[in-house]
């Protein structure tokens, strides 16, 4: 069986550090987006397919270095051609029964279960959802009660969304599939999608944890999701009375030196926090340097970046990265 990762955008809200980095490759509690998804793709996969054009150099190399230990071809888009074009693109490596996910979604989703739920209905393709109070960003399915996909509506007005139910990015299709996509750039949801109803398209809910990674937002908040209750803090990290509040995380070779961590923060590596300044609902990729007097809140700090002295940086992305 053949899964397929869409990770073919460009980012465009994590800019610019997406400018350095394409977003599959934006680390979550050190580990990349797509280590992520790949890792929860069951061994009933053999291959791991990634049609991609923007940044492929990039993406090749981290593959390279990092080996995922099971199959994986990237496929070239020289020019994005959608969530559906996309798919298509690579239709003659598919072979039956097949699997797409969105490569910037952290969640609990067990595709195994998911899988099993496919076949149990027997539609032509079946999708996970999630419950979420704003559903207007989102793809939104209405359900009958044998879980069966009545309307979905990509990315509605808020007050015209009929349900609360999204779109969690992973759909298991039959290859007929295929045949609904046309040529050039199509979107799965808003061309695809709409066209599967009335051969039966189901939807399955699970527990847990989900989060698309789009934005700083989230993807704050996915590290503040997987960090859990505790502070994480590498004891020889810390030192000069700095106070760390849970839920944070403070990596090994970190130096933070009188300062405050507050909650849902994550230092990486060889970061530097200096005395007297504060962090808070933050992430710090590896190498950042923070000055003295400093505070920091609700923001993505990029690698390498220079903090200076009394600098506040409040729901930002800082990074050098330049387009
Ligand atoms: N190969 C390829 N080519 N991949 C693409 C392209 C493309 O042209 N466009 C987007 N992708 C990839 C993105 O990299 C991302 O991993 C995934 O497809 C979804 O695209 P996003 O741009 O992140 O879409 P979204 O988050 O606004 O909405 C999608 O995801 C939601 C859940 O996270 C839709 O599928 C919604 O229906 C869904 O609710
Ligand atoms: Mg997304």
């Known amino acids: 069986m053949k899964a397929v990762l869409l990770v073919g955008g460009m980012g465009t809200r994590l800019r610019p550090m997406t400018y350095r980095i394409p977003k599959p490759l934006l680390p979550v509690m050190g580990k990349p987006l797509i280590m992520h998804v790949i890792d929860s793709i069951?061994?009933?996969?053999?291959?791991?397919?990634?049609?991609?054009g923007y940044k492929r150099d990039v993406m090749d190399?981290?593959?390279?270095?990092?080996?995922?230990?099971?199959?994986?071809?990237?496929v070239d888009e020289p020019e994005p051609l959608g969530t559906g074009g996309a798919v298509k693109n690579v239709e003659e490596r598919i072979d039956g029964q097949f699997l797409?996910?969105?490569?910037?979604?952290?969640?609990s989703l067990d595709v195994a279960s998911f899988l099993k739920f496919h076949r149990a209905k027997g539609g032509i393709a079946s999708?996970?959802?999630?419950?979420?109070?704003?559903p207007s960003p989102f793809g939104v399915a209405q359900l009958d009660p044998e879980s069966r996909i009545t309307r979905f509506q990509e990315k509605p007005k808020r007050e015209e969304a009929?349900?609360?139910?999204?779109?969690?990015?992973a759909y298991a299709l039959e290859r007929e599939v295929l045949s609904h996509i046309g040529d050039g750039f199509v979107s799965m949801e808003r061309e695809v999608f709409p066209k599967l109803l009335d051969k039966g398209m189901y939807g399955f809910q699970f527990d847990g944890h989900w989060i698309d990674c789009g934005t700083r937002e989230n993807v704050i908040g996915a590290h503040r999701i997987l960090m859990g209750d505790d502070a994480n803090v590498s004891r020889?990290?810390?030192?000069?009375?700095?106070?760390?509040?849970?839920p944070s995380v403070v990596c090994d070779e970190a130096v933070v030196a009188g300062a405050v961590i507050g909650p849902g923060t994550y230092i990486s590596p060889r970061c530097v926090v200096g005395p007297m300044s504060s962090v808070e609902g933050s992430v710090l990729y590896d190498d950042v340097r923070v000055g003295t007097r400093c505070r920091i809140v609700d923001s993505i700090i990029d690698q390498g970046v220079s903090v200076p002295d009394g600098a506040e940086i409040?729901?930002?992305?800082?990074?050098?990265?330049?387009q």
Do not use: M
């Open 42 to 52: 069951p061994s009933e996969v053999d291959e791991v397919i990634i049609p991609i």
């Open 61 to 74: 190399e981290y593959l390279k270095s990092h080996p995922p230990g099971r199959k994986i071809t990237l």
């Open 236 to 246: 020889n990290s810390v030192s000069g009375g700095a106070a760390v509040h849970p």
């Open 100 to 107: 797409v996910i969105n490569g910037d979604v952290i969640t």
């Open 127 to 134: 999708i996970s959802l999630w419950p979420v109070e704003d």
């Open 314 to 322: 409040v729901s930002e992305i800082v990074s050098r990265a330049k």
């Open 162 to 169: 009929f349900s609360k139910l999204i779109n969690a990015g």
